[in-house]
């Protein structure tokens, strides 16, 4: 198989996933709301209380602080709320008689499954400029150039990219529809127990060490440096290289269970 | 030499699930531009074959080569040589008719030009213009297939395999697609399906080939296979059980239906035959009585002793 030919395919694959996201909206929508209804909540029903609390403000901050907090943490949840909506389709994919059909012709392999990555990525780009605009909307101001946020968005979909192989994974290795839509929850808590709603520093010694060194803190101080306008540190490259471990992890698994031979 | 080479060559193809065989020693060669059906009752395993011949499922052993290349060692040659299309539908419900074709046409890697041509030929021809841009989803059975056909011919392969492909389908569908796979043949195509009607491989395959248990049990011609069976049958409907059980007891060679209270007699095909059959009825207990050309199920019970499994009940694509 020519490299010509592979992209070729992943490209008709990815024309395919964009007709399917198209003819069946509703699942984008909620994937999309999800993120927003987060940012309402926790601006308007936890943000007067948390803002309180931001280190760095004199005499403690408000809600307009907490949101300046919180947005990279939302953009970071809008990227892993698309990343389990593709789960969801790739199982649903995998049930249906033309991948059968796929697999007895002479194209990729997995061009099937890089068009949904691809897709994913797409519409988190869509989705991410959406839930930025209604963060500023609510008065969200960084001090980020083009350049922060030109940054900020590319990051976000390397990061899609890499979690969405290991969804595409999780949908591949679901029994059922519905086991698919339950595995990639904990992509939805673990940014809860990082750096995103609260300062590490806040919790208690255990989970805080936890919170410090799983991958997606590194991930959101780097989105919130960029956005906000600050200095990015050495969290700049622990975040991309947790990204391009998820990535190969990610896409390693899902060519292994996509390539095995059925048993039927 | 490469014109005369098989099609498809099958030598020792087994496959088993645990302690269950599906196929027991498959052998078979198909000749380039004919027709082979492999007919069979459910679980005689003929999914399974066109299965392995696709590159779906690897067998456990055997030497299988289609259209000359090794299905384990190059299934790339071969899937670029074949078109399948499967007893359950594969087309993509979401999309409409025309972006179903035009991803065939794409992923056969035609240019732009080739595949617009193309698209707009295959609905046409397979009457799907009016549907063309209304989503799969909304098709009725009979367009599904006639789609579903349509997308494994768009790339003109030159070895097609239909697995059971008028399963569910009614008499005009039916006689619809034989039309499509004749014109086919026309152009040069082999063709491999299987089904369970001996009437739908005596009116398209060249050859036959009877899969019983894994193996071929008979291979022929339609005419040859039917000289194995030649008198058909005659069905005698009773008035009551006690009339079946003496009918019966005088031809042991017949099959029993207890409950519709019917026996069926293999007959030789001749008029002393049929005579002998009705001279040892008594005319008082019979209810009514067919004579009826060789079926599947007669053709089953002169070369295996035994009548087919009844199909369990029929699974219809949707």
Known sequence: MSTAHTVRDSATMLKRNLLHVRRYPSLSIMLIAQPILFLLLFVYVFGGTLGAGLPGQDGGGDRGDYLVFITPGILFLTVTSVALGTAISTATDMTTGIIARFRTMNIARLSVLTGHVLGAVIRTGCAVVIVAAFAFGLGFRGDAGPLGWLGAVGLLMLIAFSLTWLTVGMGLAADSVETASNTPLFLMILPFVSSSFVPTDAMPAGLRQFAEHQPFTPMINTLRALVTGAHTDSDLWFALGWSALIALAGYLWSRRLFLRVPAT | ?318
């Open chain 2, 1 to 318: 030499m490469t014109a005369t080479r098989p099609a498809i060559e099958v030598f020792g193809l087994t496959k088993s699930y645990g302690d269950h065989t599906v196929l027991d020693g498959l052998d078979l060669t198909v000749a380039p531009g004919t027709v082979y059906a492999l007919l069979g009752p459910n679980g005689a395993g003929k999914t399974t074959v066109v299965n392995i011949l696709s590159t779906l499922l690897a067998p456990d052993d055997g030497e299988i080569r289609v259209a000359g290349f090794d299905v384990r060692r190059e299934p790339a040659g071969a899937r670029a040589a074949i078109g399948v299309t499967g007893q359950f539908s594969a087309i993509d419900e979401l999309l409409t008719g025309r972006e179903n074709l035009r991803l065939m046409a794409d992923l056969a890697h035609l240019d732009r030009a080739t595949a617009t041509t193309a698209v707009t030929v295959m609905l046409a021809r397979f009457d799907l213009v009016d549907a063309a841009d209304r989503r799969a989803q909304t098709y009725s059975g009979g367009m599904k297939r006639r789609l579903d056909l349509a997308m494994t011919l768009i790339a003109r392969p030159r070895l097609i395999f239909l697995d059971e492909p008028t399963a569910g389908l009614d008499p005009r569908s039916r006689r619809d697609l034989w039309a499509i796979v004749r014109e086919q043949v026309a152009d040069g195509v082999t063709v491999l399906l299987t089904t369970q009607y001996l009437e739908e491989a005596d009116q398209l395959a060249d050859r036959i080939g009877v899969l019983d248990r894994g193996r071929l049990v008979a291979e022929g011609t339609a005419a040859e296979l039917k000289r194995r069976v030649p008198g058909g049958h005659v069905s005698v409907q009773f008035t009551d059980a006690a009339g079946l059980s003496v009918a019966s007891a005088a031809h042991p060679q017949a099959s029993t239906d207890a409950e519709t209270l019917t026996l069926q007699i293999p007959g030789d095909g001749s008029i002393a035959g049929l005579r002998r059959v009705l001279h040892g009825l008594d005319d008082a207990a019979v209810a009514g009585l067919t004579v009826g050309a060789a079926d599947l199920d007669d053709v089953f019970l002169a070369l295996t002793g035994r009548a087919a499994e009844a199909p369990a009940a029929e699974e219809v694509p949707a």
